[in-house]
């Protein structure tokens, strides 16, 4: 009997232990892929600040974790991409950069965050083109450190072709130039492999999407 | 047994965890009542909490018990928390949050600067918003000839502002006062300022009631901020008509070296152009920069400038008196100027600027059959605490030092003068709400030439009296020693002005629209009494100024409109009586346009400038000062294409002053007998400048 209580015991320790010790991983895991479900469902505005604001919950627990305020930022960047509102996008998207500027401080290293940073950067200065045009050099310098980090990180030829996509012919963009880089994109989705299903996997279709338009 | 009993206890309280669910909901407003919407509410340190929805409505649950925190924050409001006892009830929260302080919706020191743009408090004109502004030629000085306040001026350097003398308007490069930011002198000309518009990251231009921190200007204070740290390394070229320089930017880590050469030449652009004066040299410049900036800190930032230039040219200008003796002029002029400054935060509350600048000019030639030289100098230190409090008020104190002086000398005999001027000056933004902004500041100094003291009290005031407007108004005293012309002849005694002035605006993000009014009442000012120089001359000045801009309207393009009218009068120099003095027109206006046009690659832009006639000396006339000019008129164009040359990014530049080639005049000189005249007329009637400016090592446009 008291084998068998021991036993039991030892076996609920040990199951209850290791679905702790699940959930204790899964429970961020779950909660960046929920968060991810309502970044994929969003479509508004107020859509996107919801999922930066949910990321934002999970980044004040999880300190030492750069996907949360990636997220958060990702999330701002849209929300500012969603509106018209020029003081409002703005605002978005000063709220990304410091989000992105944390995600900094927990991973140094990481090249999909500076990539994320170039593009905020980029949208931050085309909210007033005529008098931001120094922010392309930031936005540059972002993604050319994205890409020393790694180069096979399909979203900087992503978010560079975009940003080239949308910089006039003279100050050195347009279609033309855009092409090659967006076909660059293409090609390094196709062969990139997220290695967790958490990490940042998104803009293979915006990379085509893009590129068609170039043709 | 008692493993059973765990076992037990460990199921129940599995069981209890499932179980014990809180509700928590309610609603956010604002202290002033509206719903907060998408706000984020969160139980600190755990997954749990929502977003409000677009009534400040809000509903999520958790697992959690015991004391927590709810956290509730959202964009434009400052985070805030209540303290809640979890006992598994459902719990009901009626919650409010203030909004937090939004600095572009802050009440800002605004009366006598000219806002036009972006940072609010930040820069006025960009270099690039200098270079593209037609007939400015990319000068510093003559895009600030289209604001407000402003006087056109082409037959002598500086900025005429509100009824000011050119020696009035004073120049501050990262704070630091520089005396001669104008190149070589040419009888009757103005010249363009020496320091490229590009080293600056922005010029804010006050044309009155400026902060304690700048002394030594009677009218007007043009602020020059300079660049941080440049983003590449790259090599620019340029190749003008007039000439061409070459640069190069190195990045390090947390430092750059600039060093850069130019050389100038006016003869090839005289030979098309038709020039006024008779120019046996035209004036020929060469010069070199260097520039070492060191970001010593998050905060902290050092930088240093020298510069050494030289010049020369002579011409033979028209003699009135004895056509047949055309005067001779020449000048070989050198200038050096350096300038370091370090800021550093000491502490989240306490800011250093510190900075040094040396300045000194030299002129030396012929004057007819005189041989004439001249040397101009400034070192200037200066020193400034800055303690931030309360959420944005601050306290600035500091001391500066100026050691200025002339040597001039004629045909070997020689006099000269120098000066120790010290000074320290206090002032204080208070932010009595975010909508009411006192500030209280004084200057005071002490010249060691003069032997005087003065003590300058300056106030300003801005009240935000909607979203985007606000009334303000400033009061200030200013001193400034005599020019060096009169005090190489005498002591005399600080010239002072007093500054009233009154304004609203409207800003929105791409519209500003000002209405200022101003009244300045001038004392002691320089004055001829029979032959010996005092202190008797007095003046006024007023006036109201529109200003207009306008970034929405036009797809690709903006504009901007200024209006100003001067009522002045003057007894000073040697003015016989009160007289409206030749530098001011009763009307001066501009409009700027620039559109970027996509298809072609190119931005153009168009000034318009017009002003009403100037007063000048007639002999034959009663009246001092009594005949006016016909007024000024002159159409601008200029056109930057954007392209590559060998791979490289490169602008084609050109700029067309006085397109339409209407005749201005500035005014006349008349001949001692006052029977024959000559106008003062602008250099050329027309003017003409074309250029490439290559940027290597870049693959944008902007370095």
Redesign the interface.
Known sequence: MKNLTNSLLLLLVVFGFSSYAQTGQSKYEMGVKKGLQMVGAAQTADDYLKTSNYFERIAQVETKEWLPPYYAAYGNLHAGLSTNNKVLQDQYFDLALVQIADAETRDAENSEIYALKGYIQFMKMSVDPQSRLSMIGDATASLARAETLNPENPRIYLINGQNTFYTPEAFGGGKKKAKPILENAVAKFAIFKPATEIVPAWGAARAKALLAQCN | MK??L??LL??IF?FTLVQAQTKISGVLKSTKGTPV????I?L????????TD?LGRFTFSTMELGVQTLQFSA??FETDSVRLDLQSNDVILNLKMKPSINLLETVSISAGYMNT??GKKGAVL?A?DIATTAGSDADVFTAQQTLPGAQTSFSESGLFVRGGSASETKTYFDGMLLKNPFNATVPDQASRGRLSAFLFKGTSFSAGGYSAQYGQALSSALILESTDLP??TTTGISVLSVGGGIDQNIRFKNSALSIGAAYYNLAPTYRVTKQQNNFIKAPEQISGSIQYKHKTSETGMFKFYATYGETTLALYQDNIDLPAVPRYFSNDNNNIYINSTYKEFLNSRWKLDAGFSFNKDKDGGSLSADLYSRTDKLTNGKITFTNYFGKLSNLKFGAETFHTGRTEGMNGLTRGYDDQISSAFVETDLFLTENLVLRVGARGEYSSYLEKYNLAPRTSLGLKTGTNAQVSFAYGRFYQNPEDEYLILKRLDFEVADHYILKYEINT??QNFRIEGYYKDYNHLTKENGGTHDNSGTGYARGVELFWKD?KTIKNG?YYISYSFLDTKRNFRDFPTLATPSFAAKHTASVVYKQ?F?AL??QAGATYTFASGRPYLNPNNAVYLGDRTKSFNSLSLTFSH??TVFKQ?AVLYLNANNVTGFNNVYGYAYSQDGLSRRATLPSSKRSLVVGILLTIG??????
Do not use: H
């Open positions: 493993s059973l765990v076992l460990l199921v599995n919407t998408n706000a984020n969160l600190k340190n755990t997954y749990d909490g929502t977003s677009s964009l434009n743009g972006d960009t690039l983003k590449k993000a791409d970034k903006n970027f996509e690659q190119t954007l392209t990014f870049d693959n944008t446009f902007v370095r």
